[in-house]
């Protein structure tokens, strides 16, 4: 399928079949989606939790808005951010980035000063919204990976976040909650994937400077 084609074909799943589970096979392919996603510096402050157990997915609808697709998506997925984004965290990035590319230690310390520098200065605040926007894009990401690979997806920010935290002990991980993606093979029932994609002409879109 070409991309075009792919995301015409995407769209916000309504129902799942809850009978079609995917394979191990696809599941890799969206967990390596994930961690290739571009994020700020390349810093990744995220991790993403699948969920494929049917009694955690049905607590976890009762704190979606009662949306049907959490509990049954084939399995569902929870992007979180990371907790604390400190110089342990950021020289941990340089370590890794010393030992795969072998950059020697003199070229990289500038950068690793400036960011720990930079870090410092923000609010938490700050960094949390930062954090959050790359949570975003990591959804991009996947999204796009879905429509090639024939997964069909809801993202979803209509859940109570404290209360997926609290359910699933992220605080004792680090991490804080902030998007949810059902993702597995939409039900024949779906009447939203019979209809015509919704979007503003090109021309009102795109602005070409030449």
Request: with cysteine; aromatic share 10%; glycine share 2%.
């Amino acid at each position: 399928m070409s991309n075009i084609k792919a995301l015409n074909w995407r769209y916000a799943t309504k129902k799942f079949d809850d009978t079609k589970i995917l394979s191990q096979e696809k599941v890799k392919v969206l967990k390596q989606a994930f961690n290739l996603t571009a994020t700020s510096y390349g810093l990744q402050p995220l991790k993403m939790l699948i969920i494929s157990n049917k009694e955690i997915q049905k607590k976890l609808r009762e704190f979606s808005m009662n949306q049907q697709q959490v509990d049954s998506a084939s399995h569902v997925m929870v992007i979180c951010i990371e907790d604390k984004v400190d110089e342990d965290f950021i020289t941990n990035y340089f370590k890794r980035v010393k030992h795969v590319r072998e950059t020697p230690e003199e070229i990289l310390k500038p950068f690793h000063d400036f960011l720990i520098n930079d870090f410092k200065t923000k609010e938490v605040a700050e960094i949390e919204a930062w954090a959050i926007n790359q949570a975003y894009l990591a959804l991009g990401t996947l999204l796009t990976v879905c429509a090639a690979e024939e997964i069909d997806a809801c993202p979803m920010e209509g859940f109570e976040p404290e209360k997926y935290d609290e359910f699933l002990d992220l605080h004792a991980k680090n991490l804080r909650s902030v998007l949810v993606l059902p993702v597995g093979y939409r039900s024949e029932e779906d009447m939203f994937s019979k209809f015509k994609k919704v979007r503003r002409p090109l021309d009102e879109v795109i602005i070409e400077i030449d």
